[in-house]
């Protein structure tokens, strides 16, 4: 890598759910729309992040009987209290989800084209003159991000902005986050931040906050996208301890050698015990 | 609503020593599934791992066969070996959307993607299965015959078994979670649709070591099939339940009884040819079977969130 490498710190405390990330990334990208139907998840109608969603603001709208996250205002008060219809409270939990650019790529792995590769930025990108829609990619990612798109196959995912980069920009979704829910920087530097606010969030009394994806020696060696989250990562659909599937992959070899061995041994064997045939 | 879903394990009286399965308890976003299932299409996919197991185990049966004197099995082997991979060529060109998509594969040769290896084996196993047949049925060229005959033996085992690492290499919990099984229930799966088409195809008068063969696959099959659910845990579901679940007992019971029925009455030509039929059918079920369970892992949330939660605990 001759550049830094570059990441995402997404610090969904601050995200208002107004989804300008997942605008600007449509636009940006030119990616094609992905139908109009309501879902009736909140206000969530894009379901996931996908071959069309490189971004996808999730809305997690729960009634807690034990009570709200209470975020602290800027001067230091607590938000008004809000009942919800039944007696508890209504919990409102919004994160912009986007590919994790793991260190150790599943996707980028399993590709048999070499069209998934690591840019200069660290960060992962298709190739999409070199895909040629095998799909294997897509159950590959453990975070469930990339997608084929069903009129011609290819796989489609973030690219961090791959061409923004290349001119000194920062991708589209962090500089339309009006919050600055979504940090854009050198890796290094966005974990260092994220550190402080989650020490910060902790000493207001947020005891729920905690990072995500962060740890350089989690299952998939560290994300370039990273997260601050206000509860368990499943609640947000993200996979509590994800694992990059091919560190197993020399286990794999070694018994798919041994299967085959055993094969050829199997066989040879029936051959010496059924001997001549019998007339 | 994020849906809080809980099961209770599955008490089926058999194999009482299983460990206890942790309770499912999780939360998940609107019970939308974690990863993505592969977008494959079962006849595609499953049906080129049935394919490619028939027909590389097919190959190391024709040897056998070539090579104990049993000129119509070896025949029959070899001709139903080149056919099996040729039908898993085009069902995975099918799967690519258009032939020349195939090329790409070849444009690396990448250890980390069992995809591109097995591209490569099918690139060196296909046109020696193609050689040995050719030579066999037109009876010129022994000796090139003869060495295609030997390279399909050899290569095709590795075409029968890196289809396990296929599906294993992948973030699906009823693949990956069986990564260190799933090669040997592939070979044992091939081994058992190669013993059938062998029954089939091959005179009575020389079907002796396809009986024998069945046999030995039905017990591994069998064995390994129990190891893989039993290393699944709470997953194992996905092997028992729904459509998976019935297509995995019929394929027991179809291996099974054919294995039983070879052995008893292989020596009769009704009962080889519907016994073999019954091992090929077998077989079939097995990749539609395990193909099946882990679509319906990757579609629930539960089964990628809970052996999660359980493995960052430890």
Same mark, same amino acid.
């Given at each position: 890598m001759s550049e830094e490498r570059v990441g995402f710190f997404t610090d969904t405390s601050v995200c208002i759910g107004c989804k300008a990330c997942e605008v600007a990334c449509k636009e940006w990208n030119a990616i094609p729309e992905d139908g109009l139907e309501?879902?009736?998840?909140?206000?969530?109608?894009?379901?996931?992040?996908?071959?069309?969603?490189?971004?996808?603001?999730a809305f997690v709208e729960q009634p807690r009987p034990d009570g709200r996250t209470r975020l602290p205002l800027a001067d230091g008060q607590q938000a008004a209290e809000e009942p919800a219809p039944d007696g508890g409270e209504v919990?409102?939990?919004?994160?912009? #989800?986007?590919?994790?650019?793991?260190?150790?790529? =599943? /996707?980028?792995?399993? &590709? +048999? !084209?070499? $069209?998934?590769?690591?840019?200069?930025?660290?960060?992962?990108?298709?190739?999409?003159?070199?895909?040629?829609?095998?799909?294997?990619?897509?159950?590959?990612?453990?975070?469930?991000?990339?997608?084929?798109?069903?009129?011609?196959?290819?796989?489609?995912?973030?690219?961090?902005?791959? #061409?923004?980069?290349?001119?000194?920009?920062?991708? =589209? /979704?962090?500089?339309? &986050? +009006? !919050?600055? $829910?979504?940090?854009?920087?050198?890796?290094?530097?966005?974990?260092?931040?994220?550190?402080?606010?989650?020490?910060?969030?902790?000493?207001?009394?947020?005891?729920?906050?905690?990072?995500?994806?962060?740890?350089?020696?989690?299952?998939?060696?560290?994300?370039?996208?990273?997260?601050?989250?206000l509860d368990e990562p499943e609640v947000y659909g993200l996979p509590p301890d994800p694992v990059v599937t091919t560190r197993d992959l020399p286990a794999m070899w070694r018994h798919a050698g041994a299967a085959a061995v055993s094969l050829l041994g199997g066989i040879a064997l029936t051959f010496v015990l059924a001997g001549r045939e019998r007339r | 609503m994020t849906s809080a879903g809980?099961?209770?394990?599955?008490?089926?009286?058999?194999?009482?020593?299983?460990?206890?399965?942790?309770?499912?308890?999780?939360?998940?976003?609107?019970?939308?599934p974690v990863i993505k299932?592969?977008?494959?299409?079962?006849?595609?996919?499953?049906?080129?791992?049935?394919?490619?197991?028939?027909?590389?185990?097919?190959?190391?049966?024709?040897?056998?066969?070539?090579?104990?004197?049993?000129?119509?099995?070896?025949?029959?082997?070899?001709?139903?070996?080149?056919?099996?991979?040729?039908?898993?060529?085009?069902?995975?060109?099918?799967?690519?959307?258009?032939?020349?998509?195939?090329?790409?594969?070849?444009?690396?040769?990448?250890?980390?993607?069992?995809?591109?290896?097995g591209s490569w084996l099918l690139s060196a196993y296909g046109p020696a299965a193609g050689v040995a047949a050719a030579s066999a049925v037109t009876g010129k060229a022994p000796r090139i015959g003869a060495l295609g005959t030997g390279a399909a033996a050899l290569v095709g085992p590795a075409v029968a078994s890196y289809t396990g690492v296929l599906a294993a290499d992948t973030a699906v919990p009823a693949?990956?979670?069986?990564?260190?099984?799933?090669?040997?229930?592939?070979?044992?799966?091939?081994?058992?649709?190669?013993?059938?088409?062998?029954?089939?195809?091959?005179?009575?008068?020389?079907?002796?070591?396809?009986?024998?063969?069945?046999?030995?696959?039905?017990?591994?099959?069998?064995a390994v099939a129990a190891a893989a659910e039993r290393r699944l845990g709470m997953v194992a579901e996905t092997w028992r339940e729904g459509r998976p679940g019935t297509l995995l007992r019929t394929a027991r019971v179809l291996t099974v009884s054919g294995a039983v029925g070879a052995a008893v009455l292989g020596r009769h030509r009704g009962a080889a040819i519907a016994s073999g039929l019954a091992l090929l059918a077998g077989s079939a079920c097995t990749r539609f079977g395990v193909f099946a369970a882990g679509i319906a892992s990757a579609e629930d949330p539960k089964y990628t969130v809970v052996p999660q939660r359980e493995t960052k605990r430890t």
């Open positions: 309501l879902t009736g998840m909140s206000y969530d109608n894009t379901r996931a992040l996908g071959a069309s969603t490189w971004r996808h603001v919990r409102w939990l919004m994160s912009s #989800d986007v590919c994790k650019h793991c260190t150790h790529a =599943a /996707c980028l792995d399993v &590709c +048999p !084209t070499g $069209s998934l590769f690591r840019t200069e930025f660290g960060t992962v990108v298709v190739q999409q003159d070199i895909c040629n829609g095998c799909g294997y990619c897509v159950p590959a990612c453990p975070y469930g991000v990339i997608e084929q798109r069903p009129a011609d196959g290819r796989a489609f995912k973030c690219t961090l902005c791959y #061409d923004r980069l290349g001119t000194g920009l920062e991708p =589209a /979704c962090a500089k339309a &986050c +009006p !919050t600055e $829910s979504i940090q854009f920087g050198p890796l290094e530097e966005l974990r260092e931040r994220a550190a402080l606010r989650v020490d910060e969030l902790h000493r207001a009394g947020v005891t729920d906050a905690r990072l995500y994806g962060h740890d350089p020696d989690n299952g998939v060696g560290g994300d370039g996208a990273f997260f601050l989250l | 809980s099961s209770t394990p599955r008490t089926r009286g058999r194999r009482g020593d299983r460990p206890m399965v942790p309770k499912a308890e999780f939360e998940s976003y609107y019970g939308r299932a592969p977008s494959w299409a079962a006849t595609d996919i499953a049906g080129y791992f049935f394919l490619g197991g028939l027909a590389g185990a097919g190959s190391v049966f024709a040897a056998g066969a070539h090579l104990t004197g049993r000129p119509r099995t070896a025949t029959a082997l070899k001709v139903s070996s080149l056919a099996a991979v040729s039908l898993s060529a085009a069902a995975l060109v099918h799967d690519l959307g258009r032939p020349g998509r195939f090329a790409n594969m070849l444009r690396v040769l990448k250890p980390t993607s069992p995809m591109s290896v693949w990956h979670g069986v990564h260190r099984e799933l090669p040997y229930l592939f070979v044992a799966s091939a081994t058992a649709a190669a013993a059938g088409m062998a029954l089939v195809t091959g005179p009575t008068g020389e079907n002796r070591p396809a009986r024998c063969a069945a046999g030995l696959a039905a017990l591994a099959d069998t």
